[in-house]
T-cell receptor
Framework: TQLLEQSPQFLSIQEGENLTVYCNSS?????LQWYRQEPGEGPVLLVT?????EVKKLKRLTFQFGDARKDSSLHITAAQPGDTGLYLC???????????FGAGTRLFVKA | DTAVSQTPKYLVTQMGNDKSIKCEQN?????MYWYKQDSKKFLKIMFS???????INETVPNRFSPKSPDKAHLNLHINSLELGDSAVYFC???????????FGSGTRLTVV
């Protein structure tokens, strides 16, 4: 059983479409991060959220941390082929100190 | 000027051999990590060092031994390699608090 469940596992869409990927848990997290990993490279940090209900925007990417700090979403507007990659969420549970990673959502954007 | 650099990028070796992976960070971060990413892309922490002191040691076979000569370096030595050790190993660092990781580009280890 994974502490951070990501959905969907795979997503293949056309350029220009919008999409949302989710990161859910039954545990409360003190902070949560999103990363994007491209083939042959390490994950690259996109954002860190720490406050329940927080919304952060990074160009066409919108990140939201749930009010109860148990879940998060990543919305991409007008996806481009350059958005293709593995999206990972990771977080530290309240009271803990180890970061837990989700299994990732593999996104493929077709031109 | 790579922030977290690890070498080698690829490592192919026979079962039973001993090998090392090196990692260096120039970000001035106090904490460094080794992660293992399996074939399903799941990242699992192996070790964490804070300013040369071991602070996280997950359930990893004792054939794996990390060494941190200073806070900018964290190397991973693996003895008696097994087929199941094949994976991508990532070094990472981060400052304290809720900040995220900076990862290296990974070492793909293949044991044959």
């Amino acid at each position: 059983t994974q502490l951070l469940e990501q959905s969907p596992q795979f997503l293949s869409i056309q350029e220009g479409e919008n999409l949302t990927v989710y990161c859910n848990s039954s545990s409360v997290f003190s902070s949560l991060q999103w990363y994007r990993q491209e083939p042959g490279e390490g994950p690259v940090l996109l954002v860190t959220v720490v406050t329940g209900g927080e919304v952060k925007k990074l160009k066409r990417l919108t990140f939201q941390f749930g009010d109860a700090r148990k879940d998060s979403s990543l919305h991409i507007t007008a996806a481009q082929p350059g958005d293709t990659g593995l999206y990972l969420c990771a977080g530290v549970r309240t009271g803990g100190f180890k970061t837990i990673f989700g299994a990732g959502t593999r996104l493929f954007v077709k031109a | 000027d790579t922030a977290v650099s690890q070498t080698p990028k690829y490592l192919v070796t026979q079962m039973g051999n001993d090998k090392s992976i090196k990692c260096e960070q120039n970000l001035g971060h106090d904490t460094m990590y080794w992660y293992k990413q399996d074939s399903k892309k799941f990242l699992k922490i192996m070790f964490s060092y804070n300013n040369k002191e071991l602070i996280i040691n997950e359930t990893v076979p004792n054939r794996f031994s990390p060494k941190s000569p200073d806070k900018a370096h964290l190397n991973l030595h693996i003895n008696s390699l097994e087929l199941g050790d094949s994976a991508v190993y990532f070094c990472a660092s981060r400052p304290g608090g809720a900040h995220g990781y900076t990862f290296g580009s990974g070492t793909r280890l293949t044991v044959v």
